[in-house]
Antibody, heavy 122, light 106 residues
Framework: EVHLLESGGGLIQPGGSLRLSCAAS????????MSWVRQAPGKGLEWVSS??????????YYADSVKGRFTISRDNSKNTLYIQMSGLTVEDTALYYC?????????????WGQGALVTVSS | DIQMTQSPSSVSASVGDRVTITCRAS??????LAWYQQKPGRAPQLLIY???AFQGAVPSRFSGSGSGTDFTLTISSLQPEDFATYYC?????????FGQGTKLQI
């Protein structure tokens, strides 16, 4: 059974940094593309970043809203996905979901974690 | 970026009703489209991908259709557990984008 468990969320001041982790189990982690999708309170879904699976040389992609501030990475030996967030603003306040994609480069999110809440506030 | 526009934004319906939600892409995305269901306080769940393929054990009352720029999600006979928010998402190209959501309520 697939499990995705995010950690690392919390309250952070504007301009601060935070790293979210996502521990994955129940599937071949290194083979699958993974992504972060966020949802601001009461709002819709926003794709944040993706990292490809082993078939795509782990290529990374970012939404314009986070490019240059966020860095996605993965440790296949630990079956863990990360996102390092810096220069945080109040607009980054959201529930951050770790998602598994349906293949090494597919754009469909077939499993989601329960989310990690990031609150950016002074 | 590809813009995804859903309609309606919300819809009131009753158990047993047939409901159709539409999603329009700002450019041709072939059939690279998914539909997700999100219930309050829960993570979204993938229902349909490549416009019409079911993910897992999705009930047969759900169906998806369309290609190019216009897509629909139809629920043939609403059940109480179907009241939720539905999102479309294009998987044609980065940045992946979602529709604004359609809230299905009683």
């Amino acid at each position: 059974e697939v499990h995705l468990l995010e950690s690392g969320g919390g309250l952070i001041q504007p301009g601060g940094s935070l790293r979210l982790s996502c521990a994955a189990s129940g599937f071949s982690f290194s083979s699958n593309a993974m992504s972060w999708v966020r949802q601001a309170p009461g709002k819709g879904l926003e794709w944040v970043s993706s990292i490809g699976g082993s078939g795509s040389a782990f290529v990374t992609y970012y939404a314009d809203s986070v490019k240059g501030r966020f860095t996605i990475s993965r440790d296949n030996s630990k079956n863990t996905l990360y996102i390092q967030m810096s220069g945080l603003t109040v607009e980054d306040t959201a529930l951050y979901y770790c998602t598994k994609q349906t293949g090494y480069s597919s754009g469909y999110f077939d499993y989601w974690g329960q989310g990690a809440l990031v609150t950016v506030s002074s | 970026d590809i813009q995804m526009t859903q309609s309606p934004s919300s819809v009131s319906a009753s158990v047993g009703d047939r409901v159709t939600i539409t999603c329009r892409a700002s450019q041709d995305i072939s059939n690279w489209l998914a539909w997700y269901q999100q219930k309050p306080g829960r993570a979204p769940q993938l229902l349909i991908y490549t416009a019409s393929a079911f993910q897992g054990a999705v009930p047969s009352r759900f169906s998806g259709s369309g290609s190019g720029t216009d897509f629909t999600l139809t629920i043939s006979s609403l059940q109480p557990e179907d009241f939720a928010t539905y999102y479309c998402q294009q998987a044609d190209s980065f940045p992946y984008t979602f529709g604004q959501g359609t809230k299905l309520q009683i």
